[in-house]
């Protein structure tokens, strides 16, 4: 980090000119000798993310070309890159021939990689989509237990009369009559779901009393196997059902402002499966049952189904609870969220502080500790299914606020096996806060996106239509907008600054082509934006805090990432020179330095130092074999005596105790 700000620190301005705009003008013939060294690192290949990122199988006129290929049967119609992957990979079928050309090595392993990675995030797609149908399908039949006690409504079929078909005896042609009484005699809730057990009752019914067909050799079989058993619908096949069915979901999307994303949610595919088999007097829930009984009740469905996932296995690997507070149009909430070694991100409480700061009372720590966390912490212990005598959370995270810090040390005075840290992202966040608001140079690159948003991505009519289009033609018909920064998202000024780096080639054709010329303004921007100087100080300023923004996406993941806390640390504290004690000057590396030691000793303590240790990562634990030492060990025994060790042991039973434990853990 420090080496490269350092490659710019001498272009950096250290008095404030007049404008944004003058700054960087004044800035760029200094640009001009930004290191070398940035270059021929960018220049590293990188693995494809998809086949047309290869130079040599291009997308053209509709379709695609080989250059690998004679030049006479180089072309293939329909851009489609599965295709071209298997051409390239010389697999017979799949509808396209394999490559006649010489393909050389490591394009060919280029080529594998991507198909090996493809296949496999399609196997991982299809088990996520296997697990999800069969979760939503145990939580919903357990909600429709709870509401109906295992009795659910369903009109039953006329009881069976010889010479009768259930072919030709449907639904549709029962009476309103029949119905209606089939529904009285059971509940007025006829709305909350049904089954099909009397259907199968007269099914069943149906085949043990099916007319006898004889056959050769005088065998009688009864002719109830050529019966179906007709559910739903008319009695013929409606070819258009499907495209009126497809409007209709289309148009409830549409009409009701809701995200076109839902058309592929997996519950609105169970839906239209369970909707085959409803009578067609089914009337839907009212909004008062929605929003009462099978709230209630799918709530209390999911709760059971979160809390079976975040407490499996926490006698071994503990449960860690964190929160931060947040004011959503005026009211004042803290949320509080767990993780488990099972469950990653489990929203466990949304309390509403309204009626407590009504009273006269604060948001202080005894609050956060006693009235917030306490309970939710309780709840967890009665529910776990191990039953723990010590409880199941052992580790806290909250932000730096001292209000919820010190909740937290009350919570450990309650259970000395707690343990409360900073979480990592809020750290980073303000690393990133501090170099975006204190450090000219940093400042003065997120000012001049915010004008680029201002001209190209925000109020500026003519200029944005003209990025549109040309932003379309530069991301595969995707409009790639600016991001504009937010209090919400963490290190927002330096996700605009990667997001304008990523526009480079869209701004750049925007402002060379006529249109833009003609409208003759926004020219001091232009000229910057057209100088190569300009984006290469920009790409080493990113660079710059690289290292950071790892540990920031890190703790973005749901997935557990204590292990790699501590090994994104030192990464960065490799790129740092050994004599820190010198950074006390006013440059861009001295003043990113002094914020990034000063934030670091928020993210080295117990959990993230032993997490180090016990990776299963094979590149952490040969990083961990090479850099372990004593500060690592005796995190480890500190994390033993307060997680395993009786705190009611005294004297020799306890060093005893402690010894036994430790050379567990070293075995």
């Known amino acids: 980090m420090a080496h ?142 709870a509401i109906g006690g295992g009795v659910v409504v369903v009109p039953t079929l006329p009881a069976y009369e010889p010479g009768i078909s259930l072919l030709s005896s449907t639904p549709s042609s029962l009476s309103s009559a029949t119905a209606s009484s089939s529904i009285k005699k059971r509940t007025s809730s006829s709305s909350y779901g049904g089954t099909i057990s009397g259907w199968a009752a007269a099914a069943s019914h149906q085949s043990n009393h099916a007319p006898q067909k004889k056959f050769k050799g005088g065998e009688s079989k009864p002719a109830s196997s050529q019966l179906q058993l007709k559910l739903y619908g008319a009695s013929t096949y409606d070819p258009s059902a499907a495209g009126r069915l497809n409007v209709a979901i289309a148009d409830f999307l549409h009409s009701n402002c809701l995200s076109f994303s839902l058309a592929e949610c997996p519950k609105l595919k169970a839906i239209i499966t369970l909707a085959k088999n409803v009578h067609k007097d089914y009337k839907p829930p009212t909004r008062q049952a929605i929003g009462g009984p099978f709230l209630d009740s799918l709530f209390e469905s999911y709760w059971n189904q979160q809390m079976k996932s975040l407490l499996l296995e926490s006698d071994i690997f503990g449960v860690t609870v964190f929160g931060d507070g947040a004011t959503i149009q ?245 790129q740092l020179p050994n004599e820190a004690d010198k950074w006390s000057g006013d440059s861009v590396t001295h003043q990113v330095m002094r914020f990034w030691l000063r934030r670091r000793e928020n993210l080295v303590h117990d959990y993230s130092l032993v997490g180090y240790i016990l990776s299963p990562n094979p590149i952490i634990m040969e990083d961990a074999a090479k850099n372990k030492s004593k500060d690592h060990m005796n995190a480890a025994k500190r994390l033993i005596i307060k997680l395993f060790i009786d705190p009611t042991l005294t004297g020799t039973e306890r060093t005893n105790a402690i010894a036994k434990m430790y050379n567990t853990f070293l075995e």
């Open 4 to 145: 490269a700000i350092s490659a710019v620190e001498s272009h950096s301005i250290d008095h404030r000119p007049p404008t944004t705009i003058a700054i960087i003008q004044l800035a760029l013939p200094s640009m001009m000798e930004v290191i070398d060294s940035s270059d021929s690192e960018a220049e590293a290949p990188k693995p494809l993310t998809t086949i047309w990122d290869c130079p040599n199988v291009r997308k053209i006129n509709g379709g695609w070309e080989c250059g690998y290929c004679p030049p006479a049967s180089n072309f293939f119609k329909g851009e489609n890159a599965t295709k071209a992957l298997y051409h390239v990979l010389k697999i017979k079928g799949h509808n396209v021939r394999p490559c006649d050309g010489c393909i050389p090595p490591q394009y060919a392993n280029a080529y594998t990689d991507l198909h090996l990675r493809n296949n496999a995030a399609s196997e991982t797609r299809q088990q996520k989509k296997s697990a999800m149908n069969k979760v939503i399908g145990d939580i919903q039949s357990r909600t429709v237990a």
């Open 330 to 574: 005026k009211v004042p909430l803290v949320n509080v969220m767990a993780a488990g070694v099972h469950n990653p991100s489990a929203l466990l409480d949304i309390e509403d502080c309204t009626d407590h700061l009504a009273k006269g009372g604060k948001k202080d720590a005894r609050y956060l500790a006693l009235e917030v966390a306490k309970p939710i912490i309780t709840r967890l212990d009665l529910e776990n299914p191990d039953g723990m005598a010590s409880g199941a959370v052992d580790l806290i995270m909250f932000d730096g606020a001292s209000n919820v810090q010190n909740a937290g040390r009350i919570l450990n005075a309650l259970d000395p096996r707690i343990t409360v840290g900073h979480g990592a992202e809020h750290v980073v966040s303000l690393l990133f806060a501090d170099c975006y608001s204190k450090i000219d140079a940093f400042k003065l690159l997120s000012s001049f996106s915010k004008r680029c948003r201002d001209i190209w991505g925000n109020v500026r009519h003519s200029p944005h239509a003209m990025f549109t289009a040309y932003s379309k033609q530069h991301n595969n018909g995707i409009n790639l907008g600016f991001v504009k920064p937010s209090e919400c998202r963490m290190a927002g000024e330096h996700i605009a600054l990667l997001r304008l780096l990523r526009l480079k080639n869209a701004l750049r054709s925007t402002i060379a082509s006529k249109e833009f010329m003609d409208l003759k303004q926004f020219k001091a921007e232009a000229t910057i934006l057209s100088s190569d100087a300009f984006w290469k100080y920009l790409f080493v300023m990113c660079r710059a805090l690289y290292a950071p923004m790892r540990i920031l996406r890190l703790a973005d993941q749901k997935t557990p990432a204590m292990d790699k806390l501590y090994y994104y640390v030192l990464q960065t504290d490799r």
